[in-house]
């Protein structure tokens, strides 16, 4: 079973940027795709981004688009959510996931603790 953890969250201000890390416990991952979801108190859990195992295709929720930025590092063990202009909504529990397999299929084979993201107004 891989395991993943996140990390980078934080409290910052409404136009701020921060970056997510997730770290797996293979570097087996490096040819599955893996993503980012996103949970906020009442609310049910969002898609934010994923990236294929080869890294040639990414996809984003809507409400992401053009701010996100999904990414491997150059460990094979490492994927990065870059979030730009940062808003109040994205305000949320972070999580990294993965699923065995080149394609992203949303679902989610296994998945990490979360990182809190706090966007202050």
């Known amino acids: 079973q891989v395991r993943l953890e996140e990390s980078g969250g934080g409290l910052v201000q409404a136009g701020d940027s921060l970056k997510l890390s997730c770290e797996a416990s293979?570097?087996?991952?490096?040819?599955?795709?893996m993503g980012w979801f996103r949970q906020a108190p009442g609310k049910e859990r969002e898609f934010v981004a994923a990236?294929?195992?080869?890294?040639?295709?990414?996809f984003y929720g809507d409400s992401v688009k053009g701010r996100f930025a999904i990414s491997r590092g150059n460990a094979q063990n490492l994927i990065y959510l870059q979030m730009n202009s940062l808003k109040a909504d994205d305000t949320a529990i972070y999580y990294c996931?993965?699923?065995?397999?080149?394609?992203?299929?949303?679902?989610?084979?296994?998945w990490g603790q979360g990182t809190q993201v706090t966007v202050a107004s």
């Open positions: 996931a993965g699923e065995y397999g080149d394609k992203w299929y949303g679902l989610g084979d296994y």
């Open positions: 293979t570097p087996t991952v490096s040819s599955y795709a």
């Open positions: 990236i294929s195992g080869t890294g040639s295709n990414t």
